[in-house]
């Protein structure tokens, strides 16, 4: 249960962020979380509503955008898009297990509308 | 209206950009900003720093990964009796220094990070600990994260590599139910194989595949405190990825 630690670095960039264009509010956060990132979306937002409290964030609104993992085949080169809980992936096109994953393994803080 | 500024003018292509044109104060007022920044972005910056740091002193850094009780401890202290390369170890744990005095004991120099209830260790944790260590001293630094197979995952610490551990008694697809820690691995030990016998559902061959399709090019060793030469293997593996390194 880490996604407290993350929230609190979520609101770190937002709060820099915010700082830098004289924001006196948020408005409207977007993050988007990588199904290999290693978060519970669910749990995410949960600690997110509860540490907003008496932040920048107080009113904002929070949207998740849930990343499958896009994977480029090392062989043949395919694009591949995984859906959901599924860990093991080799290549859709030539069955290729050499994989480089391009999305879906991280946490990225996308936009914020400021007021 | 206006889809953009939501202005009453139906028919109308003024540009947004301009300002003062029936301007909506309220609307005005507010922006929408593209940030797109990790949001572990300042941990990472610290990891990068921490990894800096470990090259500085030529100090191959290590993050030991595993559930509780799964063997790190017991690991570093049976790789002091056989690495021939001197190591320092730090150690997260939520509470005690009991691990970091089970390696003083050994003579390794080691330092306790007690996390209280943070779940896994972060790079600025990591960089705190870094001042009470001599890494003139020592050829490789040890990780040793806090016992947990989700957290520690999500964050750099800035080692070089990741060591992760699974032990017979944990029972079968904790690697199929645990893909983001796996998937970070450089090398994955089973370990307490002396065991195998009493454990007969048990099959590490079907784990090994698990682990090899999760990550194709995982290194794997098996690992048993009572055969010395498992854990000559380790500290070969280390040895071997230190000179590829220098």
Redesign the interface.
């Known amino acids: ?2 996604e407290y ?2 929230v609190q ?2 609101l ?2 937002i709060e820099e ?1 915010a700082k830098k ?1 004289n924001a006196t509010k948020v ?2 956060i977007v ?1 988007k979380i990588g199904v ?4 519970e979306p669910h749990l995410l937002e949960t600690a997110f509503n509860t540490f907003k409290e008496k932040t920048i964030c107080e009113d904002a609104e929070f949207e998740m955008i849930i990343q499958p993992i896009v994977a480029k085949c090392e062989e043949c080169g395919h694009i591949n898009r995984y859906e959901q809980n599924q ?2 992936f080799e290549c859709k096109n030539c069955g290729g ?2 994989l480089d994953v391009l999305d879906g393994e ?10 | 209206m206006c889809k953009d500024c939501g202005c009453s003018i139906v028919e109308h292509n003024h540009d947004h950009r301009v300002e003062n044109i029936h301007a909506n104060p309220q609307l005005n007022d507010s922006k929408t900003i593209e940030v797109i920044t990790k949001i572990l972005d300042k941990n990472d910056h610290e990891a990068a720093h921490n990894r800096e740091h470990f090259e500085k002193h030529g100090v191959l850094a290590i993050n030991l990964m595993s559930s509780p009780g799964s063997g790190k401890t017991t690991l570093l202290e049976k790789l002091a009796e056989v690495a021939n390369f001197k190591f320092g170890v730090i150690e997260g744990d939520l509470e005690t220094n009991r691990d970091a005095k089970r390696l003083q004991e050994k003579g390794i120099e080691a330092y306790q990070i007690q996390t209280g209830s943070a779940c896994h260790l972060d790079a600025f944790m990591v960089h705190k600990a870094l001042h009470h260590m001599n890494l003139d001293d020592i050829d490789v630094c040890f990780i040793e994260n806090v016992g947990n197979l989700v957290c520690p995952a999500s964050y750099d610490v800035g080692a070089h590599l990741n060591i992760v551990l699974v032990s017979v008694p944990e029972g079968n697809d904790k690697i199929a139910k645990y893909p983001v820690m796996f998937r970070q691995a450089d090398l994955i030990l089973f370990t307490k194989t002396d065991l195998l016998p009493y454990f007969e559902d048990y099959d590490i061959e079907a784990e090994k595949k698990v682990a090899r399709k999760l990550k194709p090019n995982v290194d794997i060793l098996e690992v048993n405190t009572k055969d010395i030469n498992s854990i000559k293997a380790v500290a070969n593996w280390i040895e071997f990825k230190k000179k590829m390194r220098s």
Request: net charge negative.
């Open positions: 249960m880490h630690s993350i670095s979520l770190d960039v962020n264009h408005k409207k993050v290999l990132s290693g978060v860990i093991f297990v050499e991280e946490m990225l803080l996308m936009s914020l509308e400021l007021e």
